[in-house]
């Protein structure tokens, strides 16, 4: 009888307890979508008022507001954010992203969810660039990216568990990493290290048309701007040099969390948690927040410009 129940206490040790969550993943993850918000609200607030007739005028006797509009107008348009901020923020968000697929028990399922909110948000801006006239279509944005990177990595993962019975190591996967960034930093430079050479760069062109125009002129953008070789007008997130983020994530995932058990490395940061619940709640929920935050940011602006007398 001891024995009996010394090995149930055995098996059932630790069913028990609650699986401590990586809350730094959820923190890391929650920082580049505040961010994301934070910039997609001064983009919305920019272009808000050239939805009005009597735009001008408001804006004449309303000096407050002017300077406001013109001190956003230069966060978006300075070249220093663009060029190395946004990568960095968006390159963050990537890493997670690996680094999350080692916590998930299914990538595949994953992957295709972040497909068709990608798909939602291609369609949204396809429809809302139909109504005002204006070409605002994102058709491989960091939602795509990741979906691509997900599915790629479930399938590279379910492939070698096939043939090798056993998952991926992180040291391949760093290698491969090393490969994807090396071809990108070859492309974006236009310098052939192994031949000393130069050549034209990608990407070679940006592209400025509306939807249709845009692909009757070129029919292979559809497969041209998601690799890199042409530059996409609107978010726009190529999967070179991104795949190579997103795997690097992977790999430090594994090397992190499961010798751990995908558990937190902070499990006695009990006050560091609570302090940074907000941004836990924002980094769990980073979808929803994702495909959600754009239309409500734009149908609270709308009203708060018909409340300071804008007039469509």
Partial sequence: MDCAATHYQVLTRGLGKKKERAFEIDVL?????FIVVLYH?????????????????ILKNNLTLYDFLSFITSILTNRLIHTYFVPLVGGLFIFICG?????SRNNLR?????FLAASIVTLATFLAGEVVHEN???????????????????????????????????EI??????????????????????????????????????????????????????????????DWWPI?????????????????????????????AKHLRKILSPLCFIGSHTIYIYILHQPIIILVLFFVFLGLGFRI
């Fill in 29 to 33: 993850r929650g920082i580049p979508i």
């Fill in 41 to 57: 609200f001064c983009w919305s607030f920019s272009f808000m008022p050239s939805f009005f007739s009597n735009s001008a005028t």
């Fill in 99 to 103: 680094v999350s697929s080692v916590f």
């Fill in 110 to 114: 994953r992957g295709f969810l972040l």
């Fill in 136 to 170: 605002y279509l994102i058709t491989f944005g960091v939602l795509h990216l990741m979906a691509f990177c997900v599915l790629f990595y479930a399938f590279f993962e379910k492939l070698s568990e096939e043939l090798f019975r056993k998952k991926i190591s992180p």
């Fill in 173 to 234: 996967l760093a290698l491969f990493s090393f490969a994807i960034f090396l071809f990108s930093l070859i492309t974006l430079s236009g310098y052939d290290p192994f031949r000393n050479t130069f050549f034209e760069p990608w990407p070679i062109k940006v592209i400025h048309d509306t939807f249709f125009d845009r692909y009757q002129k070129e029919p292979l953008t559809f497969l041209t701007e998601p690799i890199g070789f042409v530059a996409g007008d609107m």
């Fill in 240 to 268: 070179f040099p991104y795949l190579g983020v997103f795997l690097l994530g992977v790999a430090n995932g594994k090397w992190v969390y499961e010798p751990r058990g995908n558990r937190t490395i902070f499990p006695k």
